[in-house]
């Protein structure tokens, strides 16, 4: 329940600071193709022996959300990605330094949530794209991160 509510806050901060706001707005191939990016951008710095798992590919999002205030046109891009770890890792630490290993193109935002397990709010300054990254807890049997990328706002996608 708290990752949901943590996903949440997460959404409505990822399109507050997104570029839903725009006159002029990319493709939503183009936003969800930065959105995967960034994730594959994450899961290369995994440690050896990590297997990474796309979820379902979900619909398009809509900007105009009333609970983020006004109307905000275009769709963003929600991708997520499990990764088991191998055994003895200690996510804790991959974690709290994916930070400094990302580089300048990337934002530390902090939580403001103190939360039972390892989390950290990544923004990519260049393309918007916001990273949730929550790893499981020491006791659990095994180690993994789970990944939520959001996307600025693109044009409606076709079709």
């Known amino acids: 329940?708290?990752?949901?509510?943590?996903?949440?806050?997460f959404l409505v901060i990822a399109i507050l600071m997104g570029g839903c706001a725009t006159s002029s707005i990319p493709s939503y191939a183009d936003v969800s193709g930065e959105a995967k990016a960034s994730l594959q951008e994450i899961i290369n710095l995994m440690p050896t022996g990590a297997v990474s798992t796309s979820?379902?590919?979900?619909?398009?999002d809509s900007c105009?959300?009333?609970?983020?205030?006004?109307?905000?046109?275009?769709?963003?891009y929600t991708g997520s990605v499990d990764i088991a770890l191998p055994a003895g890792t200690d996510?804790?630490?991959l974690v709290s330094?994916?930070?400094?290993?990302?580089?300048d193109d990337?934002?530390?935002?902090p939580v403001g949530l103190k939360l039972s397990f390892p989390t950290v709010e990544l923004r990519n300054t260049r393309t918007g794209v916001q990273v949730n990254v929550m790893g499981s807890k020491p006791e659990e049997a095994t180690p993994s991160i789970y990944l939520n990328a959001i996307s600025r706002c693109g044009e409606r996608p076709s079709g």
Do not use: T
């Not at 979820?55 to 398009?60: A, F, L, N, S, V």
């Not at 330094?97 to 580089?103: F, H, I, W």
């Open 55 to 60: 979820r379902p590919e979900q619909d398009p």
């Open 106 to 109: 990337w934002l530390n935002i």
């Open 64 to 76: 105009d959300i009333s609970m983020v205030g006004g109307k905000r046109d275009g769709f963003f």
């Open 97 to 103: 330094e994916l930070p400094s290993r990302l580089g």
């Open 1 to 9: 329940m708290k990752r949901a509510a943590c996903l949440a806050g």
């Open 91 to 93: 996510v804790s630490s």
